[in-house]
């Protein structure tokens, strides 16, 4: 028994001079995903900075993919990233700062959640370790001011001017001229696209022709911050002489800096229209000037019998036979019509149609629509089609362009569409052959079978 608890009570001491003997193994740093939205509350049309700070033990072999952050009735647009290190605990931390800017349209509660990052690092130099990551969840909310509940529609910015042009297409005016008006409205603090539209009102003796709306966005590099830029413009068609007036132009607006509703006013503007030399009263455009009575009806026809025949005679044999002709005619003309809208011509029409006016959404839809006409690859997607082009300048233009819809890309030059529409031209022209060429224009074997030809020289008889 004595020996027993010797043995032990060196065991003891064994254990106790030796405390290692219980420690843990050290465990594996884990890569860090902070989010963060800023404010937590804001007006409705202002951003909400969200930061995503991506951290990764040692060094990332590779930038982090992050989804693209787009949330249901705001508008999101990235801002700068910028590199970052730094130690926690003894280890060396390497990552990415990102910010987006997220600008609600409507009050409400707005979540990102159910999003992840994929993260590729070096755990342990040289070998790399891929890691998915879930995004803590950040929501945030949008309201609208009391003082500002009766602006309809609600707009806010940091600062809003606007400004109206007239022109003229002829001085002076006259029956048949066109008067346009333009309206530029300029914000700071807000996307173009939650600009306050502009209802043009409707003038006796004036046709009315409202343009679409024109929408730009301009970033400062350095300081992130954004002015955006709404053209509306509609064209008055003069029907008769007189003296108009267009109607003054009110917008309300929220002024986020001074936390008042402010307003707009633009006059109306008065023109004068010139009676048209020779016209005894003022009618519509395209009516005639001539007074008809039966009695001078009575006197062409009395004065133009002859031909008054040869026309009503063309017009009974028209119409025997020109129901027919019409038809057939209609007939060929839809066919040929329908054929055409689904050649690739026309898709391809389309999608010039679409770069040229600047339009983003419609431009990369239009070229979707493009590519299965084209038929340039047995995939008709865009990567197919930037793989089977082999032009640089092109896959960076449709990068662009896809950059410009989903926000992706940070701080990428923008998509060029003259630079876009040229190169779509020589990828056309250098694909559109290979697809003809991969159908074989050969003869058949069976007009010449294989060895049933007979030399031309065995057929001819020998010369005397």
């Given at each position: 028994m004595t020996r027993w608890i010797g043995s032990a009570m060196v065991w003891i001491a064994a254990l106790l001079l030796q405390p290692h003997a219980f420690a843990q193994e050290p465990v594996a740093a884990e890569p860090i995903v902070q989010v963060t939205a800023d404010p937590a509350r804001v007006v409705v049309g202002q951003p909400v900075t969200l930061r995503i700070?991506?951290?990764?033990?040692?060094?990332?072999?590779?930038?982090?993919?992050?989804?693209?952050?787009?949330?249901?009735?705001?508008?999101?647009?990235?801002l700068q990233s910028v590199n970052t290190t730094e130690q926690r605990d003894g280890v060396s931390y390497?990552?990415?700062?990102?910010?987006?800017?997220?600008?609600?349209?409507?009050?409400?509660?707005?979540?990102?959640?159910?999003?992840?990052?994929?993260?590729?690092?070096?755990?342990?130099?040289?070998?790399?370790?891929?890691?998915?990551?879930?995004?803590?969840?950040?929501?945030?909310?949008?309201?609208?001011?009391?003082?500002?509940a009766a602006l309809r529609p609600f707009v806010s910015a940091q600062k809003l001017v606007a400004e109206q042009q007239i022109k003229r297409s002829s001085d002076p005016l006259r029956a048949g001229d066109a008067v346009t008006l333009t309206v530029t409205i300029t914000a700071e603090g807000t996307p173009a696209m939650l600009l306050p539209p502009l209802q043009f009102s409707a003038v006796d003796g004036l046709r009315l022709y409202p343009a679409q709306s024109q929408l730009e966005d301009k970033t400062q590099a350095r300081t992130d911050v954004m002015t955006a830029t709404r053209i509306e413009s509609a064209t008055y068609m003069v029907e008769r002489s007189g003296t108009y007036a267009l109607p003054a132009i009110e917008i309300g607006w929220w002024n986020v800096a001074g936390g008042k509703v402010e307003r707009i006013h633009l006059d109306g503007l008065a023109f004068t229209v010139a009676a048209t030399p020779g016209m005894t009263g003022e009618r519509p455009v395209g009516q005639s000037g001539r007074n008809w009575t039966?009695?001078?009806?009575?006197?062409?026809?009395?004065?133009?019998?002859?031909?008054?025949?040869?026309?009503?005679?063309?017009?009974?044999?028209?119409?025997?036979i020109a129901p027919r002709a019409i038809?057939?005619?209609?007939?060929?003309?839809?066919?040929?019509?329908?054929?055409?809208?689904?050649?690739?011509?026309?898709?391809?029409?389309?999608?010039?149609?679409?770069?040229?006016?600047?339009?983003?959404?419609?431009?990369?839809?239009?070229?979707?629509?493009?590519?299965?006409?084209?038929?340039?690859?047995?995939?008709?997607?865009?990567?197919?089609?930037?793989?089977?082009?082999?032009?640089?300048?092109?896959?960076?233009?449709?990068?662009?362009?896809?950059?410009?819809?989903?926000?992706?890309?940070?701080?990428?030059?923008?998509?060029?569409?003259?630079?876009?529409i040229r190169h779509l031209t020589a990828a056309r022209r250098d694909l559109r052959p290979r697809a003809r060429h991969g159908r074989s224009r050969g003869l058949p074997p069976s007009i010449n079978p294989a060895g049933t030809s007979t030399p031309a020289h065995d057929r001819r008889r020998p010369a005397r």
């Open positions: 700070a991506v951290l990764a033990p040692n060094y990332m072999t590779s930038p982090p993919e992050l989804p693209d952050f787009q949330v249901r009735n705001a508008v999101t647009r990235q390497a990552g990415v700062q990102y910010e987006y800017a997220i600008s609600p349209q409507e009050p409400g509660t707005y979540a990102i959640a159910d999003q992840s990052v994929s993260i590729k690092y070096a755990a342990a130099p040289p070998a790399t370790r891929e890691l998915s990551v879930v995004l803590p969840r950040v929501s945030f909310e949008a309201f609208i001011p009391d003082a500002a039966w009695a001078g009806i009575r006197d062409v026809l009395a004065d133009h019998w002859l031909i008054v025949l040869l026309a009503a005679i063309i017009a009974v044999g028209l119409g025997l038809r057939r005619a209609s007939a060929d003309h839809r066919r040929r019509r329908d054929a055409y809208r689904r050649s690739e011509a026309f898709a391809f029409h389309q999608l010039r149609r679409a770069i040229g006016r600047r339009d983003a959404s419609r431009a990369y839809f239009a070229l979707l629509d493009w590519l299965p006409h084209l038929k340039a690859a047995p995939d008709s997607t865009a990567a197919a089609f930037r793989a089977a082009a082999g032009d640089p300048v092109l896959d960076a233009q449709i990068g662009a362009l896809e950059r410009t819809l989903y926000g992706k890309g940070g701080n990428a030059a923008p998509w060029s569409p003259n630079e876009m």
